[in-house]
């Protein structure tokens, strides 16, 4: 089934999908012209100042926290095992290669 099979037609009202053609929707505030946008600016702004807050926040936490501290210690050990771990592999594979590579000459 393509992605066309499946489309609805609708529109985007309140941040929710609506079924239907934006004519459909004659009684509502968009339809009127009724949607205050500088409330709805205002609004987004207010959460994104906040989002933005939050994120500089956490980011003195971390950094200045010994809780902070520990856990990008603990993350980075992890990155470091993660990284050892796929070397080692990519080694072992490597030389597997090599070896059946060297097997087929003999033959």
Do not use: C, P
Not at 19 to 27: C, E, M, Q, V, Y
Not at 44 to 59: E, N
């Amino acid at each position: 089934m393509s992605s066309e099979d499946s489309y609805e037609e609708g529109y985007f009202l309140n941040g929710r999908w609506v079924k239907g053609k934006l004519s459909d929707a004659a009684g509502s505030d968009s339809a009127r012209g009724g949607v205050d946008f500088g409330a709805r600016i205002a609004a987004v702004r207010a959460d994104v100042s906040r989002v933005l807050g939050d994120v500089l926040t956490l980011g003195k936490d971390i950094l200045e926290t010994e809780d902070g501290r520990q856990h990008i210690e603990s993350q980075m050990k992890k990155v470091g095992d993660d990284i050892s771990v796929t070397l080692s592999n990519l080694g072992n594979e490597a030389a597997k290669s090599f070896e059946d590579a060297l097997e087929k000459i003999k033959r």
